[in-house]
């Protein structure tokens, strides 16, 4: 942007007398240092992205060559970095074949799942609500939502536990799950919301001038508009409750997710199912973030506001 | 019409109402529970009575885990069986035979006086003999009580040996006679045994539970004496203030870079990305995986030269670099996010006033300084509030790097108390600490700011 912005100044029509000539030889001059500059600029900052960009990447990159190699290269030392590492199936054939862990996989995807649902189905109406109608207590309920979504996991996990086991419905994925749609919840409210807002009210007003019902023109106008956007709060979802790791701690004993698996056995298992467990781990938020990058300012942008 | 405008009025109400109802169950309630965890004890006293009944009068509380004196023993129909394990119970049962005055006699007697002679396949007695009694001075007769219990009434008296049919058996709970050991002034009273637990001599014993509760510090007294809370509160607070400025810093230049619109920005952005999704625990690992013995760092440093053989980072000796390690997680986790919100609010302010900078012949860095930093004000505070709160919560990373023992923090030690010791109210209490702390510094980051833009000329 910087290197464009001065060479067509839109001032020009009616610039005051007292400024010098576009052509004269100051002007000219200061272009010439202003772009020299940017470049300059323009160079650093390519190299600032790239210097972070690696930053990010080698760390996934290292982890996921040690999912994906012999157990022998995990334990051996000094490792090969460059010219990287052996690829073999072997650790994760070793991680897949432990006890628990496809259990864990299944426990994890079926409370991801839950909860991907229950929050959207809760969260379609309020974000519908919140961004469509004026009503006393909107501001309050929006504040809540946003208070609830700062609040510690931790303070929340413990209590409910409690709270579960007194019910008698401790150690189950489905209690699981309606805490991790409590926790998605208030995230995935705004965000629906925000959807909704970013579609013009007018289009839905048009519909009905058009002779359709309020509920027709959602469905066949808002609908197809918002849908994408619903679908990375789901997404969203899926993968808060698939990382989620302390309240899946403590309110599983024997219906470890993958995560509360892979912490609480961190103490005695070796390196190479820690790290397949860690691969297993990013996956889905690999893919996740691929989907969701139009939506990311939709999701975490707009607490500025 | 009016069905109508009410209808109409009532809308929005009726779309929040699920969230509603699903935040108060799942949300606010165990909220409010996990505060009363923290400070009310539920089994604090244990009521003694006049009688050994449940009906009878209160004559005292005894707390809990208090010296007892054992003054006297009865038993007593049980109270209904609420799971407890831990009853000193007794049979009696009900038999029928031939008194020693050749009457016939049907009453209770305790298993202590009746040797079973036969049983049915289910293993319940059907018919035994009275056992002899021992001793030149005992009395050779056994009474047969009205109710099972030997404070009632005796309807007959058997002979030693008499043979006797069994009709019924009854499961009779041991009330205690018990007065605090510490204070004989105290006036005793009865409690079943499922509350005490009663030592070998039979004659002292402790309040193993209580059944009603009281407000009490004593979790909170727990936490604080707990041999982890210092280093755990400390390392917390040693690690937050270590992260967010670096955080905030390589946070301004990610989203200064993405703000630049180069080539590639949005792959770019995809990569920045990256870390938001991603599981603690995997970041744990990640970087356990770097700076373990043979991990990556060691590694490269041996392969340059710079070291040689590993060196150990992750040890007890060397918590200062598991503090790096764990600094570095954290950062690489969640500066991502704080990035978002920068890149949010640099979108924010209008290209003209950054052009007009420049025009004004602004330097790059001047920019930054003087009109992005002010007016990123307010997402700055929001990215510091949300960093803050979440830095008190740091838990899996910290698993990961440490074991959790080497070096511990706050949340880790409420996992700890909840799930090694099993002690819901020293947990919560951990719990009710960090909302509190992050209550009092997300307040004081909404302050300081408000007071700043307060002062400053309009």
Known sequence: MSSTAPADPPAQADAPATLPPLDSPEVVEMHRRMRRRAGRGRRLTYVAAVLIAAWILLPIYFVFSMAF?????????????????????????????????????????????????????????????????????????????????????????????????????????????????????????????????????????????????????????????????????????????????????????????????????????????????????????????????????????QVSK | MRVRAWRRHMVPYLLIAPAIVYLALFFAYPMYEGLVLAVYDEDAVLPVRAEPTLDSAEVAEIPQGGALLILDRQSQAMIDDDGAT???????????????????????????????????????????????????????????????????????????????????????????????????????????????????????????????????????????????????????????????????????????????????????????????????????????????????????????????GPFAFLTAETTNWIIFAIVLAELWRATSIVMVILVAGLQAIPDETLEAAELFGAGYWQRVRHIMLPLLRPSIQVALILRTILAFQVFAVVIALSGGDVVTVLANESFRQYYDLRNDNVASAYALFILLLSIASAVFYLRSVRAESEVRPT
């Open chain 1, 69 to 301: 190699t012999t157990q022998e290269t995990v334990r051996s030392y000094p490792k090969n970095v460059l010219p990287f590492i052996p690829f073999s199936a072997d650790t994760m054939q070793f991680f897949l074949e432990s006890e628990g862990v496809l259990r864990g996989l299944w426990n994890s995807i079926v409370v991801a799942v839950i909860t991907l649902v229950l929050s959207t189905v809760i969260s379609i109406p309020a974000g519908y609500a919140i961004a469509r109608y004026l009503f006393r207590g909107r501001d309050l309920f929006r504040l809540s939502v946003l208070a609830v979504r700062a609040f510690p996991i931790v303070v929340l996990s413990i209590p409910l536990a409690v709270l579960f086991l007194r019910a008698g419905v401790f150690d189950s994925v489905y209690s699981l799950a309606l805490m991790h749609t409590a926790l998605a919840l208030p995230t995935s409210i705004l965000v629906i919301s925000s959807v909704f807002a970013s579609v013009p009210y007018e289009l839905e007003e048009a519909g009905q001038v058009f002779g359709a019902t309020p509920f027709q023109s959602f469905r066949y106008i808002v609908v197809p508009l918002v849908l994408p956007g619903i679908a990375a709060s789901g997404l969203f979802s899926f993968v808060l409750s698939w990382n989620e790791v302390f309240a899946a701690a403590v309110l599983t004993i024997d219906n470890r997710t993958l995560p509360a698996l892979v912490l609480t056995s961190l103490s005695y298992s070796p390196d190479a199912f820690q790290f397949a467990g860690s691969f297993f781990l990013m996956v889905p938020s690999i893919v996740f973030m691929f989907f969701i990058r139009r939506y990311l300012f939709n999701m975490w942008g």
């Open chain 2, 86 to 308: 831990d009853l000193l119970t007794e049979q009696w049962f009900r038999v029928s035979g031939t008194g020693d005055t050749g009457a016939a006699v049907d009453g209770w007697v305790s298993e202590a006086r009746i040797r079973v002679r036969s049983e049915d396949a289910a293993g319940n007695p059907l018919a035994g003999t009275v056992r002899p009694r021992l001793g030149q001075s005992a009395d050779p007769l056994t009474d047969v009580h009205a109710e099972p219990n030997d404070r009632s009434g005796v309807v007959g008296r058997l002979e030693q040996r008499a043979p006797v049919e069994i009709t019924e058996v009854a499961v009779l709970e041991v009330w205690f006679l018990v007065r605090p050991a510490d204070d004989p002034g105290e006036a005793a009273g009865w409690a079943p045994s499922r509350y005490l637990q009663v030592f070998d001599d039979g004659e002292r014993g402790r309040v193993h539970r209580g059944t009603a509760g009281e407000f009490t510090t004593a979790f909170i007294e727990r936490m604080v004496d707990d041999r982890f809370f210092g280093p755990a509160l400390r390392t917390t607070l040693l690690i937050m203030a270590l992260l967010i400025p670096l955080q905030l810093v390589l946070a301004l230049v990610m989203a200064l870079v993405i703000h630049a619109r180069i080539r590639l920005s949005s792959g770019f952005l995809y990569v920045f990305a990256l870390p938001i999704g991603m599981s603690d625990l995997a970041v744990g690992i990640l970087f356990f995986s770097i700076f373990t013995g043979n991990g990556l760092l060691n590694s490269v440093l041996d392969g340059l030269g710079i070291i040689d």
